[in-house]
């Protein structure tokens, strides 16, 4: 199975902060990549998906880049709401599709 | 409003079975692929099956075949996941979510249901 491995697994960082959270895979996926974000006793929400295509209804401030093996999940500008878990997911080998471990973004 | 309220979660014990049910509404049952994705607590997250929108294809991941079963009733609007021979590790929460393109399998799931526990322990 494709391994995909996110960093940090834990950010710290304070309302107005860019961040950038990377995902890495094991082996080329293409742009068959997503990103969720899940809060606390939540379901995860759908943030982009292909890469860098953003679902509908979730703010400009999230932006996705990367194919290949080398993704990254960016926030212009951090939110109060943001701060939350956040997992990449590969789609290129379904049905062995794979998540990262998560990262969690807290408030400094 | 498009919505996934899955139910059927409970204590059982190693080697039971136990039945979910996800009733979806507010957007066309019948044309979209479905999904189980589980959360063991405190961990990540794991795909466990998908069925297509017609029924007519299945797949499970290695960690559950054999012992669960995807099904759907699109006259009901409803996806189900039988889970039979139930380990400690089958212990999570599962949730159904939604394929994001109609008819097409994606593996992106754009609508989550808000989960039910599944609890497997003597």
């Known amino acids: 199975d494709i391994q995909l491995t996110q960093s940090p697994s834990f950010l710290s960082a304070s309302v107005g902060d860019r961040v950038t959270i990377t995902c890495r895979a094991s082996q080329g996926i293409s742009s068959y990549l997503a990103w969720y974000q899940q809060k606390p006793g939540k379901a995860p929400k759908l943030l982009i998906y292909a890469a860098s295509t953003l679902q509908s209804g979730v703010p400009s401030r999230f932006s996705g880049s990367g194919s290949g093996t080398e993704f990254t999940l960016t926030i212009s500008s951090l939110q109060p709401e943001d701060f939350a878990t956040y997992y990449c997911?590969?789609?290129?080998?379904?049905?062995?599709?794979?998540f990262g471990q998560g990262t969690r973004l807290e408030i400094k | 409003q498009v919505q996934l309220v899955e139910s059927g979660g409970g204590v059982v014990q190693p080697g039971g079975s136990l039945r979910l049910s996800c009733a979806a509404s507010?957007?066309?049952?019948?044309?979209?692929?479905m999904h189980w994705v589980r959360q063991a607590p405190g961990k990540g997250l794991e795909w466990v099956a998908f069925i297509r929108y017609d029924g007519s294809n299945k797949y499970y991941a290695d960690s559950v075949k054999g012992r669960f079963t995807i099904s759907r009733d699109n006259s009901k609007n409803t996806l189900y996941l039988q889970m039979n021979s139930l380990r400690a590790e089958d212990t999570a929460v599962y949730y159904c979510?939604?394929?994001?393109?109609?008819?097409?399998?994606?593996?992106?799931?754009?609508?989550w249901g808000q989960g039910t526990m599944v609890t497997v322990s003597s």
């Open positions: 507010g957007f066309t049952f019948s044309s979209y692929g």
């Open positions: 997911q590969q789609l290129n080998s379904y049905p062995r599709i794979t």
């Open positions: 979510a939604k394929d994001r393109v109609v008819t097409t399998v994606t593996f992106a799931f754009d609508i």
